[in-house]
Nanobody, 121 residues
Framework: QVQLVESGGGLVQPGGSLRLSCAASGSIFSIYVMRWYRQAPGKEREFVAAAPSSGSPAYADSVKGRFTISRDNAKNTMYLQMSSLKPEDTAVYYC???????????????WGQGTQVTVSS
């Protein structure tokens, strides 16, 4: 099993910044991609950003230019630096990883419990 633990959420004023972290632990052989999703009240969960093991990161249009995703592979940790935050960024942010627990084992999606981000004055 793989466990994902998010941290760094909180209350911030519009225009402010926050940095989310997601630490992966457990049976990890290879993490192919790590992603951030978010879910606002009354809305479906939506993709925010992805950091593949190789290649360029990807972003939702709504956060492009404001959010930056990064990974520390040595620590199995992913970050989301959020700047110029808007009230519409308010949501629970979830960490997701496509991870193989062993050599030759097909990768599986794992999810964290989420961390609340509230953007309000």
């Amino acid at each position: 099993q793989v466990q994902l633990v998010e941290s760094g959420g909180g209350l911030v004023q519009p225009g402010g910044s926050l940095r989310l972290s997601c630490a992966a632990s457990g049976s990890i052989f290879s993490i192919y991609v790590m992603r951030w999703y978010r879910q606002a009240p009354g809305k479906e969960r939506e993709f925010v950003a992805a950091a593949p093991s190789s290649g360029s990161p990807a972003y939702a249009d709504s956060v492009k230019g404001r959010f930056t995703i990064s990974r520390d592979n040595a620590k199995n940790t992913m970050y989301l630096q959020m700047s110029s935050l808007k009230p519409e960024d308010t949501a629970v942010y979830y960490c997701n990883s496509l991870t193989s627990p062993g050599r030759g084992v097909l990768p599986t999606d794992y999810w964290g419990q989420g961390t609340q981000v509230t953007v309000s004055s």
